[in-house]
């Protein structure tokens, strides 16, 4: 049973970055925490270590179908590694104090996410093409920046959020459309979930080598799979896809949480 769970873990983290560029950790870690009954902080770290690959393989899906800024991308990327660093030492001392907190985090964010992408999906914007220099461009991509930084802390802390966050600042700030943001977004958790596997590694997170390679394959497996639907797929569905998947992995994991 418990493979069961490192498989579906793997699998629904894949499909959950292939299709919005999110982090593995919203499905990882509820299931590993909630379901197998493993440590936060070690969740975690499976998690990013997940996100290395699958972010990197989605990004470069993405980029083949020309919906990704990597000018703009990377130097939201710099600010981001600052703020993963700091929040993954942040998150060591919170679980210190709270076993177990980091994993109800992740839980309910998973079911937060699904909520929003089914009642307020993010369609329109900008191609990447189109997004010109100037003033006001500059200005923009600054503020994206300093959000980077934050959006960093973030996923270093939790393991989780980092993608959704980048989603709203790509669409909502510099006004891209979802694939632009999602290709942009899996770009930098691609470096900012290696910095964080790195520092929770060196902080003292256990390693359980075997489960780690089973979910970090199936993980990638289906994020390569899932990001090939998602550059196919009507916007607005897309959105609908996204939701209906968080929403089930959300549900199924605080359900078990609470049974078990």
Same mark, same amino acid.
Request: glycine content about 14%; proline content about 2%.
């Given at each position: 049973?418990?493979?069961?769970?490192?498989?579906?873990?793997?699998l629904?983290?894949?499909?959950v970055?292939?299709l919005?560029g999110l982090s593995?950790?919203?499905?990882?870690?509820?299931?590993l925490?909630g379901?197998?009954?493993?440590?936060?902080y070690?969740?975690?770290?499976?998690?990013l270590?997940?996100?290395?690959?699958a972010s990197?393989?989605?990004a470069n899906t993405?980029?083949k179908n020309?919906?990704?800024?990597l000018k703009?991308?990377?130097m939201?990327?710099?600010?981001?590694?600052?703020?993963?660093t700091?929040?993954?030492y942040?998150g060591y001392?919170?679980?210190?104090?709270q076993?177990?907190?980091?994993?109800l985090?992740?839980?309910?964010?998973?079911? +937060?996410?699904?909520?929003? +992408?089914?009642?307020?999906?993010v369609s329109g914007?900008?191609?990447?093409k189109? +997004?010109?220099d100037?003033?006001a461009?500059?200005?923009k991509?600054?503020a994206?920046?300093?959000?980077?930084?934050?959006?960093?802390?973030?996923?270093?802390f939790?393991?989780?959020?980092?993608g959704v966050?980048?989603?709203?600042? +790509?669409?909502?700030l510099?006004?891209?459309n979802?694939?632009?943001?999602?290709?942009?977004?899996?770009?930098?958790?691609?470096?900012v979930?290696f910095?964080?596997?790195?520092?929770?590694i060196?902080m003292?997170?256990?390693?359980y080598p075997?489960?780690?390679a089973?979910?970090?394959?199936?993980?990638?497996?289906?994020?390569?799979?899932?990001?090939?639907f998602?550059?196919?797929?009507?916007?607005?569905k897309?959105?609908?896809?996204i939701?209906?998947?968080?929403?089930?992995?959300?549900?199924f994991t605080?359900?078990?949480k609470?049974?078990l």
């Amino acid at each position: 049973m418990i493979w069961l769970i490192y498989l579906l873990a793997g699998l629904g983290a894949g499909i959950v970055t292939g299709l919005a560029g999110l982090s593995a950790a919203v499905v990882i870690t509820p299931l590993l925490v909630g379901v197998c009954g493993w440590d936060s902080y070690d969740a975690v770290t499976v998690a990013l270590a997940s996100d290395v690959l699958a972010s990197m393989l989605t990004a470069n899906t993405y980029r083949k179908n020309k919906n990704i800024d990597l000018k703009r991308g990377l130097m939201v990327g710099a600010t981001a590694l600052i703020g993963t660093t700091v929040g993954s030492y942040c998150g060591y001392l919170f679980n210190q104090a709270q076993p177990g907190g980091l994993g109800l985090i992740a839980m309910l964010t998973t079911v +937060f996410l699904g909520i929003k +992408f089914l009642l307020r999906p993010v369609s329109g914007g900008a191609a990447a093409k189109d +997004f010109e220099d100037g003033k006001a461009a500059a200005a923009k991509t600054a503020a994206a920046m300093l959000c980077g930084l934050g959006i960093g802390w973030v996923c270093g802390f939790t393991g989780s959020g980092g993608g959704v966050l980048m989603l709203t600042v +790509f669409t909502l700030l510099l006004g891209y459309n979802l694939k632009v943001a999602v290709g942009t977004s899996t770009m930098i958790m691609t470096f900012v979930a290696f910095v964080g596997a790195v520092s929770h590694i060196t902080m003292g997170a256990q390693i359980y080598p075997l489960p780690m390679a089973v979910i970090v394959l199936v993980c990638l497996l289906g994020a390569v799979t899932a990001a090939k639907f998602a550059n196919k797929c009507e916007i607005v569905k897309l959105n609908h896809v996204i939701g209906v998947v968080l929403m089930i992995l959300g549900i199924f994991t605080i359900t078990t949480k609470f049974l078990l």
